[in-house]
């Protein structure tokens, strides 16, 4: 029930941070897409460890094997395994912690839930799960592009260095120019900078990841329960160390007027029905107006310090939880294509269950 | 697909704004349990619309009928249909927007998706569905009652007044002793003079809920996808004019450090593990830590205002539409009581999953 | 959890026999179908008791309400709720059985399940429940309509009295011109009197009905688990005492070879694909091949019976349970529009989930 | 959708005969159950082909790789994955399919349905993929023994050789002692013979499986539509060449009166409510009654004889399609697992849902 996503495309993820690996079965992909492997490399590179002085140092190539549902280099239509093997599991690294709980990490819960729990690396709860939903939301990436659906995300905020521009004043094609992945190259430059005095002091900073998704036609998401942004906020809300999700206008709307708030129709020379402002983010009653959808993303200081923390065992003793194993500072550089594949994922389902509702 | 919610504790709801009714079958309340009627009326009282002058003047006893599922006054385990009947339908009061849409309504997506509406007072996509969600949550809630878990909602923000007290430095059995369901008696008159101004514009206002969940053991939850506040966010994103969720430090731990924001563990004198601080909103990794559950929900201003507004009609021509009808100048007084129901359902259904991962 | 079926077509149901009513919410009908109710209550008539001397005499109207889901005479693309209230409830007639077991009925298990129960008439138990099937296949058989798919089923066998003619050889608009529901005149009068023997004998006896879908496109169905015919098959098993399913050869094609079994591809004059044989029963591997889907559901004798039988009360003691209250002495032809809604829901459900496998 | 089955432990299966291997994810499974790795691989190799001369000469080893779920030999709460690679896929036997249709195959109906197939050796639509639900229900075995639950299966018919003997009056643990897995040495041999001559003649021939569930606690199952028989059935004709199901008395118990059908109760030496006849096959109203549960299963003839078949290409012309390939000449011995597999999938599913009905 827990690993699962989806109603149409929908995915199941398995395996732990120090296991043999981490996968995902991918099935609803419609048939006949030529799947790219180059292009599921590179969303994977995008999101694996070692990539810059400011993530973590494990060393992950993050190569994948596809299992099945492609055939003569197309889908099928039946289901897309894809695994992920760990390299770098510097398990013994992890000793210390076998019945200590790390504070504000998920070792004390799985255990109080399981009775017992895979310690190294955090097991299951580990951010590295998120691989395998980098791989699959990469198909979902294919998928959408017949629709001539795009989604970009990118840093917009690194501890309390917010970015005030709008996407729409930046080129998101910039954002894989820098480590960071803010598309302001002079804001990326003292974010970066206020990352690694963090990592230096052997601290973690949380930040923002705002995701904007274009092209999408009206008339996708469901009425009532399955509206658009609900499904968009609870996968990204699944994502490790997310605290918050807004879209549209968000928390900031709520100090406005509905006279300053709604967003006004017009049909545009094209006789297409457009708003002139979008505060609604894209979104009216849970269903795509045709607008451009965009939502911000909190994410956590990452709770792995290099630090000594007052903790309990197992035992509920009192014990010091030493500062070890390798960790990232910030998690928002690696979380944008994390978010976007969560984001692709989404849009992709109600893209294929809008069809199941038209006659 | 999109009307029902749920996994054990299931609710599917059906109904309109100006149809025969709305109702709710809920599914997966256990047997045996004494259903209070006199609560579920209790708690869709504290929803339904007239109830002060900051209210909507649509007039409905909000009435219910319990169609199935209880036997001698008790559950017997089979679904629990509710049915409130509609009185107060002034359908002719929509006769202007049959062929308009509304700005910031759902008019325009659902005449994209469907290909129809049922125009009056927004159909399906009114949050007059949500009557049928409370009635259900006074069931949820019972169960939790059981359990020994508690969930209360307040008004924490209307507009750009924002109560920066917390939850433990008010009483919260003061929330209903005012319109505005406001704990703090200073901050609720304010805040009624507020909406009340507003309303006299015509216009309307945006706000925040604030919801407290206390008294829930460790372990509920689960892991990856169906993380505890991951369903907290997606239920409380699909109430109507939500834009927003955030639990524990949310949106505002994105400015700590690590070293600021993790949670000390400790052992109480009861032996229990405890956390000497509760940025993590009482979850960790997806799963309740025992810890007190918080988050907060933003909803825009009513997309209804008193005002004519530019727009156009289904023939992609500009129009004025009248502001006419009858709306809340501020939606979150009433939202209380939907925050509360809909997390109760969440909190519940996992409450029973829970049972179903333990051998 | 149990008393919804579908994925995209997806009804629950709720209601007890002697409760308030019976009901059903439907959801993902497409929009813009117009709802001929004469054709729900149509359909509701073929199932009600009291048709003839061979059903049971309780008085039940089953007339329905619809409660949501249509505007201005057609359907909006949400839930359509409907309720059946119940009249002729002698709920008196049952009070016997407060503590006792019937046997071969449900309220042990109910009892076992749940530590209570609605002894009256079975409560949620009841066949009662399948008036909410029959409306909702109503819907469906109009969804249906629009995809030129029709579904019939008759009465092919009553106790020892089996029909050896085929559906082809058969006209079956002759099946409603009768009692039993048995397209062949001459048998369904030897059934009639059959029954009508055996209901003299205050006693029951089983039957057997055969249900043809025709019109199907190749395609339907899912690999794998929801195979078209798994689906058909779960769906007739969940009516109330049905013993055993097979579609196409069924179990007699066990002792056929493969050389006699299989059906030779031939391609007709007007193009298209077609077998020779349809010992496959329109489904290979799972999916649609365009020919007939044709398949036959056991149902057990009644058992309620006039007989005193032993049994046990709630405390374990022996017991004479009495024979009284009003049944059935035979289900088949009340069954047989059951068959086929429940049919209709399962090939309406297929054909808007195969739109949500096409690019 | 279509490759996922279950509420609670859930099974997705992926792989297809002649990729990369087949494989499973398994969710649900409590925590802390000692994972026995030998009789998975027991499991297997009672499935896998090339065990008998009646069996395919495909060599298999099925030797699986846990690639998740388990930490130091016990069950984590976490998806368990499991992997089978292929090895011995002669491809190029395919290659005179490459554009045709065997008769009574799934070659049509997937072309039809995604517009392309991986047409190896069937692909996703061959039997391989049943080794993944085999490893998948080892597992569920190891569930249900901390409940104490048995499943056993055997051979009860092959093509007109029909074993009269109920389970009661053999000795179960026969079954494994012959290739054909029938628990009646004779008669097993008189099969064995049976099937060999159809082989020489380069035909085919059906069979049946009765399987017999033990030690179920009353209690299991769920109404109205997850009645525990409807889920079995499901369960069952989901496997391949699978075309009936019946339980109990099944399609024999139409010819019985109420009167004989009916299970009367009583009470036993030891209190515990039981009944003095079995025609419910342990099941009433869709829940188990604590008795012994039991069903068979019909499977046709395997499609593929080693005869030359009239058919069509994908260009509509009429072709022969030469008998080549490795095939069983009759499915049964090698299903018996299978069916054990799925029925212990279903039983452990609906034990664990049980719980989750619990206050």
Redesign the interface.
Known sequence: ?????G??I?I?????SH?????V?L??C????ALDTDFIQYELDRRKPGQSRITTQRREADEF?????V?EG?T??????L?IRNQDQRSKDYSHIATQ?R????D???Q???????YRG????SAR?TAARVAAGAVAKM?LQ?AGISVNAYVS?V??LRLEKTYQEMDLAQTEENAVRCPDPEMAQRMYDYIDE?RK?G??????VTCVIQGTP??L???????L???L???M??I?AV?????????S???????????????DET?K?R??TN???G????????EDIYF?V????????M?D????NEA???VKVQGKGRHDPCVVPRAVPIVEAMAALVIADFY????????
Chains 1, 2, 3, 4 share one sequence.
């Open positions: 029930m827990s690993s699962t996503y109603k149409i929908k199941a993820t398995f395996g732990e296991g043999v690996g981490i996968g079965v099935e609803g419609p048939a006949g897409i094997e596809v299992l099945s549902g055939f197309k099928t239509g039946t289901p897309i395994a695994l709980f504070p504000s990490h998920a004390y819960t799985y109080a839930k399981y009775g017992l729990r895979d955090g097991g299951r709860s799960e998928i017949h905020q501890g309390k963090t002091k601290d973690s900073i949380g930040g923002v009206a008339g998401g469901e009425p009532v329960f399955d509206k942004h609900a499904d906020g609870k996968a809300l699944s490790n605290k918050g999700f807004e879209y549209g206008s968000g928390f709307g709520v100090e406005l007027y509905g006279s300053e708030h709604n967003d006004a129709f017009y049909t006789g029905v708003t002139k505060n609604s983010g979104i009216l009653g849970g269903i795509s107006n045709g911000r909190a994410f956590k200081p990452v709770a792995t310090i630090q923390q007052d903790s309990v509920g003793e009192a294929m269950r809008h069809k199941a509702t038209q006659l």
